[in-house]
């Protein structure tokens, strides 16, 4: 019965990806990093999140014009609705890489370097850099999660860089693009 | 990460290259470091939430019971609503004609007064005159007459009549 449902439904809007099967390549490239970023968040079930994340985009009559930021706009909501219901829920990726909090399963997965290099910026710088450079998300996809205009995205993007290439070469000279 | 959506913004070329340089300057690998293989459990989940999907929105499309009763309850407010504006108009309707009735009532009431005032004015008016008036002219000029009709034997002529002065005169 459900497979005739699904059989009955135009295959166009079947899933926001396309066809099922490019449904599912997308989901087992997102879901992942989906999970990581929820748990990045603090989230107590990273997994529920994710799924939940993809349930709401699928449910959504309307199609959605950029599904991979919608996903991860509806993770970081869900993970801060989860986190604190009832207070302020414009925070940055403030727990990213913190010590205790991050996601220790994903830890393997990236440098110690790497970690200690994001932990050192600004929460509010990392959360973007983290979007752009480890997510692979672009400018406005990033400004759609945050909510926030694309040159606010960039702004924080190139501070961040500011801020490492201080890191790297302390007292040298700027190199800002 | 590859391109999933096809309608993901195609990025500009400078947006690559400080991601590249961004990259460089924090050690993350280029590649991503997330494996995007398609496992049979990957792809069962993923069929799993499009189910509960389609089950939501078909949920979701389903009219409430709310609506229902609204919808139902809409002819009978109706009905309620032209019922009572017609008992108003029929009671505005009623007022109106006791208060004809009413006044209609005191109408012939103060007429059948009025005639009642009249009758006796009159007789007493005539009362008057009648007191006043000799009582040869009440009689009047002419002299009564009379008139009794005399039974005849059978040889009398039918109309023959015996003239006989009124008493007392």
Redesign the interface.
Known sequence: M?DM??FM?PLKSE????E?SE???????????LV?YARRYGATFPEDIA?EA??????R?EPV????AFLYGTVRTLSLTERRPMKNQNLSLEIVLEPGKGPEADDD???R??RE??KTLSPTFREA?WL??????????IAEILSIPEATVKTR?FR??AQ??EQ?NPGGEHAL? | MPSLDTNRIQELEEDCALRSELQGLLGVPEQGFFSAEVTPELVALAEELRHEANRRRRVARRPQPTWLLLAAGLPLAFALVGLGTWGIQQKHRADALAQAVEAKNSEVQRTAAQAAQDRQSLSELKLAVLEKQPLKRRTGSRPAELVIPVEHPAATQLGQTEQVKAVGR
């Open positions: 459900e449902e699904s439904q899933t926001p990806f396309g099922v449904f599912h390549e997308a989901f087992a490239a997102l879901y992942p990093r990581s799924q993809f349930v709401i985009l699928m449910q009559i014009e950029h599904p991979t997965l990236l440098h370097e790497v290099r994001m850099l752009f450079v480890v997510e692979g998300l672009s400018i406005k996809e993007i961040a860089k490492l290439r790297l693009a």
